[in-house]
């Protein structure tokens, strides 16, 4: 190689050299300084990918712990109420044995009664109060299908634990069924309530849905000489609505005429005949039909005036009809009229005005079904007024105290299996963290080793770079 001055070839090949370990240096020395391996995408980009995934596991999993430790929490809370109900079914099997016996009277059988329905109530007022972070617990909220699509969710308890949302393997229900006294105590029939339906006299009238349902179609008004159907409306029947329609044409225009059963006309069209009487009314005696226009919504009927309009509404017997639609000028119009509540028994039927007869109509009427209630006792708490009273009450509390063992069994059994899973979920966590850490952390050993050597070469080119440097001065020495 010649000696030159301008060019340095031993120097720029010492510094290449040093670049280069000096860079190794910097990567042993970060590497040391953060305790990882992979510190940048570009240390090892596939490594980089794995640990993100094993982290947000990891986070996952972890959290996934904390849930399940609260649901623990939640079922421990909802235990220890129960075991409160506990205390109190005892006593109120020690107070249903003790009225049980023959050595009581009535009067004292009722003190003793006053404490068994304290103990009942009390049972209530845990069932109604227990909760856990707002979440009430015994009072039947926590059964029944899970529903989270809503702001609050509802039904069972979802209590979520793995990373994905897979049915079978990350999340399970707390299912706590009702505990109050109305549940766990079985009704008899003195706490089933006996109804009754208030009859109706419409042919082929049906009950769907709480409602009776009655519809003709095709019908043709009479004369109001000849007598008109008429439809009798029993007081106690709620929220009614009545729909004429359908008609086929013609110069008479259907309408709804609704009356008091003495005949005092509430709504529709007074026919021209003052006297005029359909066949219900033949045999009855009572005032002339009012004759009158239309007036104002929310009247009180006058005596003199009828709901001829829509919008209008009248009050008469405690009861308010409403005029929704009416008839208009064409020969296809409705006529719905609403009833609120029924108080003394209603006629209607279906007729136009002037010659007092009309075209056929189709008629449908809708109504709650009211029910006599016969209950005698409206909450699950036995009865214990006499002595057989007490002696079923023995037995009722056994169920009770059967009810409430069973959910307290099945509160155990998640519990348990909630610790199960929390132990599983941390080995889990345990050993993704150590794969983790194989793929991420330095081997300080290893690395040390490599910095030592990288700090040694580094120390020597360094050196080199100096001699290397001092190759021109030779030129001078033969220049000189």
């Known amino acids: 190689m010649s000696i030159t001055i301008n060019h340095n070839a031993l120097a720029a090949n010492s510094a290449t050299n040093l670049n280069a370990q000096y860079g190794k240096l ?26 993100e995934l094993q982290r947000t596991d990891i986070a996952a999993l972890q959290q996934g712990i904390r849930n399940t430790n609260d649901a623990i929490s939640l079922l421990q809370t909802a235990d220890s109420a129960l075991a409160i109900i506990d205390e109190k079914l005892l006593r109120m099997k020690e107070l249903a044995e003790q009225a049980a016996t023959g050595t009581y009277d009535s009067t004292q059988r009722l003190m003793i009664y006053s404490e068994f329905q304290a103990m009942g109530s009390e049972i209530d007022r845990i069932a109604h109060s227990c909760d856990f972070n707002g979440v009430h617990l015994l009072n039947g909220n926590l059964s029944g299908q899970h529903n989270g699509a809503s702001l609050a969710a509802s039904g069972r308890m979802k209590v979520h634990f793995g990373t994905g949302n897979d049915a079978a393997e990350d999340y399970y229900y707390i299912d706590i069924q009702d505990c109050s006294c109305a549940s766990i105590f079985p009704p008899d029939e003195r706490n089933i309530a006996h109804f009754s339906h208030i009859a109706i006299d419409w042919p082929g009238a049906t009950i769907e849905d709480g409602k009776y349902h009655f519809s003709v179609t095709g019908q043709l008004a009479n004369d109001w000489a000849t007598g008109l159907d008429a439809y009798v409306i029993p007081s106690g029947l709620k929220n009614i609505t009545i729909t004429s329609s359908g008609y086929t044409g013609g110069a008479h225009k259907p309408h709804v005429n609704l009356f008091s059963e003495d005949g005092t006309q509430l709504t529709g069209y007074s026919p021209d005949n003052p006297s005029y009487r359909s066949s219900y009314w033949n045999n009855k005696t009572g005032p002339q039909i009012v004759q009158g226009e239309g007036f104002a919504a929310n009247a009180v009927y006058d005596g003199s005036r009828i709901v001829t309009r829509a919008g209008q509404s009248v009050t008469y017997g405690g009861l308010t009809v409403t005029m929704v639609t009416g008839i208009n000028e064409t020969f296809t119009a409705q006529e719905i009229i609403t009833i609120d509540e029924v108080q003394d028994s209603l006629v209607f039927l279906i007729g136009g005005h002037a010659n007092g007869y009309c075209n056929k109509y189709d008629l449908s009427i809708t109504c709650e079904v009211p029910m006599s209630n016969e209950v005698q006792y409206t909450s699950g708490i036995p009865p214990m007024n006499t002595q057989e009273d007490a002696q079923k009450a023995l037995e009722k509390i056994d169920i009770a105290i059967a009810s409430k063992d069973a959910i307290r069994a099945h509160l155990g059994a998640l519990q348990n299996r909630f610790e199960n899973t929390m132990s599983n979920l941390a080995t889990q966590a345990t050993n993704l963290q150590a794969a983790e850490s194989r793929i991420s952390d330095a081997d300080v050993a290893s690395e040390m080793t490599r910095f030592v050597r990288n700090q040694i070469i580094t120390q020597s080119a360094i050196a080199m770079l100096a001699q290397a440097n001092s190759m021109p001065r030779m030129a001078l020495q033969l220049i000189s």
Do not use: V
């Open 26 to 51: 910097m990567q042993s020395t970060r590497r040391l300084s953060t305790g990882l391996r992979i510190s940048s995408a570009a240390d090892d980009a596939a490594g980089l990918a794995i640990r």
